[in-house]
């Protein structure tokens, strides 16, 4: 159902139906991608309805994990300040945009691997729901660059939105 749904999906495991907590926190990851960033307009309403917070995420990938990158101590650390640098000022627009709709705001970016690093943001942030868009990917191309939507929905006990953008559908 994850990589064919057309319309946003909420996913609520079974243990967590016996009391619906408050929805306070909401985090938001996103890869510095236009389509990762399909969730925020499900999310800004979403938030500002139960006056919740948003914390928008981005985990930049440990550059060894790339095939083919093989750099000296310097140059992976000038790449990775990059890397961050430009996921920060990601998030930082990302932000001015939900704040500007009246929902409150903060980001965070960390060096990790995706799904480890949005599970431990979730803990880390005292997150009730995680919200965030997927390419829709199968077969070979979920193989070679992975899903983390499917990693979080799969090791995360807490509520998982997820939206699939129409560019996907489409095949863009």
Do not use: W
Not at 12 to 32: F, M, N, Q, S, Y
Not at 56 to 76: D, I, K, N, R, Y
Not at 109 to 117: E, H, L
Not at 134 to 162: E, F, K, N, W
């Amino acid at each position: 159902m994850l990589h064919n749904t057309h319309c946003p999906l909420l996913l609520v495991r079974p243990d967590a139906t016996e009391r619906a907590p408050a929805i306070e926190k909401i985090l938001v990851p996103l890869d510095g991608s236009q389509l990762s960033l399909a969730v925020l307009p499900f999310i800004k309403e979403t938030a500002k309805a139960l006056g919740a917070s948003l914390v928008l995420f981005h985990a930049v990938a440990p550059v060894g994990t790339f095939p083919g990158v093989e750099m000296g101590a310097a140059s992976v650390g000038h790449l990775l300040q990059g890397l961050e640098d430009q996921a920060q000022q990601f998030l930082r627009e990302a932000v001015k945009e939900v704040k500007e709709y009246g929902v409150d705001a903060s980001y965070a970016v960390v060096i990790g691997f995706p799904v480890d690093s949005v599970i431990r943001a979730a803990e880390d942030t005292g997150a009730d729901l995680i919200a965030l868009s997927t390419h829709g990917r199968s077969g070979l191309g979920r193989a070679v660059m992975g899903s983390v939507a499917d990693g979080v929905v799969r090791r995360i006990s807490l509520p998982c939105l997820i939206v699939r953008p129409p560019e996907v559908e489409k095949g863009s």
